[in-house]
C-alpha cells in the first residue's frame, strides 16, 4: 500500500492511497490464499497472584481476493471544498500521481462545497469549487456528504442543499452521487 499526505492552507489532508496493491504492481493480480493467522499474547506480564493466564487471542485474517483480482488505486480526501489557488495544486498534484502510478477513481469523504454546499446544480460554486480545482483530474469522483454539504454553514440544517449535490450527478461528467447513501463495487473493493 502506498500513500502520499499533502497539506495545504485551509484544504485540510489529502490522502491519496493504493488500494490492495503499491505504485509498482499495477495490473499484477492480488494472491489468492490469505495469510496464516496470527496469535499473540493478551498480556505480556503475568497475571496477578491467584489469577488464571490469559488466554491467547487469535486474529482472523479477511477472505482472500478473488482469482485473478487486479489492484484497484484510488483517492481518498474530504474537507476539500474551498476553491482558490491551494485547491487547484492539490488538483493538479492528484492529476500527476494518477498519470504516474494510475488510479481508478476519487472518493470525497464530505464537505465537498465550504462553506454551505450549493444552492442548485447550476450555482457558479460547482465552477469555483470542483470543475476548475481538479480539471486536471480525468477520473470519476464518487462524492459522500458532509455537514458543510447540508447548509447552515456547516450546522448541516439545510437539508435540500444535499440533494443539489445528489442532483449534479446528472450535471457533471465527474461528479458520482446516485443518492445520499449508496455503495459501489470496482475490482474486488466495495465502497459503502
Given at each position: 500500500m502506498t500513500s502520499a499526505f499533502v497539506r495545504s492552507g485551509t484544504l485540510g489532508l489529502l490522502l491519496l492511497a493504493a488500494a490492495c496493491g503499491s505504485a509498482g504492481d499495477a495490473g499484477t493480480t492480488l494472491p489468492e490464499t490469505a495469510p496464516a493467522e496470527r496469535t499473540s499474547e493478551s498480556s505480556p506480564t503475568a497475571p496477578p497472584p491467584g489469577q488464571p493466564a490469559p488466554a491467547p487471542t487469535t486474529e482472523t485474517p479477511p477472505p482472500p481476493a478473488p482469482p485473478g483480482a487486479k489492484a484497484v488505486r484510488f483517492v481518498a480526501m474530504g474537507d476539500t471544498g474551498t476553491g482558490g489557488d491551494g485547491q487547484v495544486k492539490i488538483g493538479n498534484t492528484i492529476a500527476a500521481k494518477c498519470a504516474k502510478d494510475g488510479c481508478d477513481f476519487v472518493q470525497l469523504l464530505g464537505d465537498n462545497l465550504y462553506e454551505s454546499g450549493a444552492s442548485s446544480t447550476t450555482d457558479p460554486i460547482w465552477q469555483e469549487k470542483f470543475e476548475i480545482p481538479y480539471a486536471a483530474v480525468n477520473l470519476p469522483f464518487y462524492a459522500v456528504l458532509g455537514n458543510h454539504d447540508y447548509g447552515g454553514n456547516g450546522?448541516?440544517?439545510?437539508f435540500?442543499?444535499?440533494k443539489n449535490e445528489i442532483d449534479y450527478?446528472?450535471?457533471s461528467t465527474?461528479?458520482?452521487m446516485p443518492s445520499a447513501y449508496y455503495r459501489f463495487t470496482t475490482g474486488p473493493v466495495e465502497i459503502f
Open positions: 450546522a448541516g440544517t439545510d435540500p442543499k444535499g450527478s446528472n450535471v465527474k461528479w458520482k
